[in-house]
Nanobody
Framework: QVQLVESGGGLVQAGGSLRLSCAGP????????MGWFRQAPGKEREFVAA????????YYTNSVKGRFTIFRDNAKSTISLQMNSLKPEDTAVYYC??????????????WGQGTQVTVSS
């Protein structure tokens, strides 16, 4: 079982920024494609961004393009999500996951516990 741990969530005003990080033990992240998802209350889990194992390919859902950036540090076995120009509709629990660059959650085999992001208007 791979333990992924997210950090960096919090409360921020609209227009502000947050950086989320996801860490895993050993080489549990290095060499794997990784993604970020989010889930707001009463809604389904939604794809946010993904990055290929070598960091050369990144993917974003349309609503975050130009505002969010996903990147990774394989030496530290971490991925991060830089979130700028945050909007109240970005409020959700954010999860990192291992296994794919696709938007279908079923293609990811391991998930973190999530970190809450709340954007106030």
């Amino acid at each position: 079982q791979v333990q992924l741990v997210e950090s960096g969530g919090g409360l921020v005003q609209a227009g502000g920024s947050l950086r989320l990080s996801c860490a895993g033990p050993g080489r549990s992240i290095s060499g794997y494609s990784m993604g970020w998802f989010r889930q707001a209350p009463g809604k389904e889990r939604e794809f946010v961004a993904a990055i290929s194992w070598n960091g050369l390919r990144t993917y974003y859902t349309n609503s975050v393009k130009g505002r969010f950036t996903i990147f990774r540090d394989n030496a530290k076995s971490t991925i991060s999500l830089q979130m700028n120009s945050l909007k109240p509709e970005d409020t959700a629990v954010y999860y990192c996951a291992r296994g794919s660059v696709r938007s279908d959650p079923s293609e990811y085999e391991y998930w973190g516990q999530g970190t809450q992001v709340t954007v106030s208007s």
